[in-house]
């Protein structure tokens, strides 16, 4: 079965500043894709960057990359120039291949950053 | 176009109580999942459906139930309600063209906060 963990509860970071949130990850798959979900409080879940685990390019969404290791099994989200509006709840998330015709994800536990000004 | 709605957004129930959430995905989307989040347990998936048959159900007890109709919207039911289903339940939606077809991102609602007392 595959699992996700996020060692990191909480973290906090000043404005401008950079920080990197982990995620490691167990599975035989060799094909598979990972996410970081954004949840703000009080509103919903967005999608900030996916990696498709056949592509050896790190993924980058503007302000947001991540560092995907797949001998390691790591999967770490870097932001950068942080701004208040980052203050959330940060997902790593787990899918299988599409061709196992699943949109099912599995969560890590997640970690609340704060961006303080 | 709207994004996914989940209705109602709060609701008290009392224990031994039932209680059916809907969720409505945004326009053409076939795929919806349910997730239940907790403090306890985080994310967790309830189940999946698509073209209006269940594809994946995760470890919940039978009290948990759902449904999709014809035009994608999705039902989940939860009866004989114990304290400890107290949690954010969360849908999301994806554009799943066909079978085996490239990942699809998926779009979350705002959730419905279930309370049982």
């Known amino acids: 079965a595959q699992t996700v963990t996020q060692s990191q509860p909480e973290m906090s970071v000043q404005e401008a500043e950079t920080v990197t949130l982990s995620c490691t990850y167990d599975t035989s798959e060799n094909n598979y894709y990972l996410f970081w979900y954004k949840q703000p409080p009080s509103r919903q879940m967005i999608l900030v960057i996916r990696q498709e685990a056949y592509k050896q390019q790190n993924a980058t969404e503007n302000r947001f990359s991540v560092n995907f290791q797949k001998a390691a099994k790591s999967f770490s989200l870097k932001i950068s120039d942080s701004q208040l509006g980052d203050t959330a709840m940060y997902f790593c998330?787990?899918?299988?291949?599409?061709?196992?015709?699943?949109?099912?994800?599995?969560f890590g536990t997640g970690t609340r950053l704060q961006v303080f000004p | 176009k709207a994004g996914v709605t989940q209705t109602p957004r709060y609701l008290i129930k009392t224990r031994g109580q039932q209680v059916t959430l809907s969720c409505s995905p945004i326009?053409?989307?076939?795929?919806v999942s349910w997730y239940q989040q907790t403090p306890g347990q985080g994310l967790q998936f309830l189940f999946e459906y698509f073209s209006e048959t269940q594809r994946n159900k995760g470890n919940f007890p039978g009290r948990f139930s759902g449904r999709q109709f014809s035009n994608s919207r999705s039902e989940m039911n939860v009866s004989t309600l114990e304290l400890g289903d107290s949690a954010l339940y969360l849908c999301?939606?994806?554009?799943?063209?066909?079978?085996?077809?490239?990942?699809?991102?998926?779009?979350f609602g705002p959730g419905t906060r279930l309370t049982v007392l």
């Open positions: 998330a787990f899918m299988k291949p599409p061709l196992l015709n699943t949109d099912k994800l599995i």
């Open positions: 999301a939606s994806s554009l799943r063209l066909a079978e085996g077809v490239t990942i699809n991102e998926q779009f």
């Open positions: 326009s053409g989307h076939r795929s």
